[in-house]
């Protein structure tokens, strides 16, 4: 009978390496490959590039935060930080925003979230995924990310009272469409189904 040993502490922290920093690569650029599409959109080649990234991303994970931005065009990029996910939304943000810049990027915060509407009033999801500024400053992004969290909450966010896209999903995919970016980590990877 064969005796199975314990995997080592190599083994376990390549494994980990490995789920953190290689396999977001690896479906980086994988949407060129592949024509998925949400059931609402025709059915059309896609240009832009998915960055898939497992959960607890850190800010010294360059490697990871160098591919968001090189895929949206490298240093200078605008990208567009949504935390609607998160818990707390301000610091997740802050944290994107933060890593991102470092990196090269212009990135900016979409204050999409119930969380910034309990402090004010006028951000309900509803009011600004419909605002033409924040719908212009997402036309004009290279890139989308979003934060880690509840993905039902980026879900409730994005979609309209009625279910169907809000104006800045569609625009969200218009970026993806034409070859933008869109990249996420933990929650903000699993809505990046159809």
Do not use: C
Request: hydrophobic letters at 45%; aromatic letters at 8%.
């Amino acid at each position: 009978m064969l005796k199975r040993s314990k995997p080592t502490y190599f083994s376990r922290v390549a494994l980990i390496m490995y789920a953190l920093v290689f396999q977001p690569l690896i479906f980086a650029n994988q949407a060129n490959a592949s024509n998925t599409s949400h059931a609402s959109y025709p059915t059309e080649k896609v240009k832009g590039s998915l960055v898939i990234i497992g959960g607890a991303l850190r800010a010294d994970n360059a490697v990871v935060w160098e591919t968001i931005v090189k895929q949206a065009g490298g240093k200078g990029s605008r990208i567009a930080i949504i935390p609607a996910a998160s818990g707390n939304p301000q610091r997740a943000a802050e944290f994107a925003a933060s890593a991102l810049n470092a990196h090269g990027a212009a990135s900016f915060v979409v204050p999409l979230s119930t969380r910034y509407a309990e402090t004010d009033p006028s951000k309900t999801p509803d009011q600004i995924q419909k605002n033409p500024y924040w719908i212009a400053q997402i036309q004009q992004a290279q890139a989308v990310y979003f934060t880690g969290g509840d993905q039902a909450k980026i879900t409730k966010a994005l979609l309209d009272t009625n279910g169907k896209p809000s104006p800045m999903l569609e625009a969200i995919w218009s970026i993806y469409r034409q070859g933008g970016v869109i990249a996420g980590t933990s929650a903000g990877a699993a809505i990046m189904s159809t």
